[in-house]
């Protein structure tokens, strides 16, 4: 059994960061799930353009508004508590983020700990830190 509180990540390798988000990874590649989770929070005015092209992500909103945009059809989704998103094809989209967002991400395969998007808005195969 894997048993974390999200507050004792703050400041380990654990806590990644990269421009307008943060994300406390509670379960990696290394805890043999085959899956990761994360809470990421997405500050006020973000907007990320990601693409994962090497993994699947489901989203679920916590707390605050903003939407997602699907890129190959323009068509927006809003995104507030009891939201979830499934990025089931690889989906190029943008998130945009009206109030601070706190988001539960599942990433498929695991992550493996330390990655942040690359110049495509998308994370290594390989699981290496962009």
């Not at 960061?17 to 990696?28: N, T």
């Not at 590649?29 to 993994?55: K, R, W």
């Amino acid at each position: 059994m894997i048993v974390r509180n999200v507050k004792d990540l703050y400041g380990t390798p654990r806590d990644v960061r990269s421009g307008a988000w943060r994300s406390l990874r509670l379960l990696l590649a290394a805890d043999g799930a085959g899956f990761s989770f994360h809470i990421t929070a997405v500050e006020a005015g973000a907007e990320l353009p990601m693409q994962y092209t090497n993994h699947i992500e489901s989203v679920y909103c916590i707390s605050g508004e903003g939407s997602v945009e699907e890129c190959a059809t323009g068509r927006r989704h809003e995104v507030a508590p009891g939201v979830l998103y499934v990025l089931d094809r690889n989906d190029r989209h943008v998130l945009r983020a009206r109030s601070p967002l706190v988001l539960a991400c599942v990433f498929q395969p695991a992550l493996h700990g330390p990655e942040i998007h690359d110049e495509n808005g998308s994370y290594p195969e390989s699981g290496v830190a962009s």
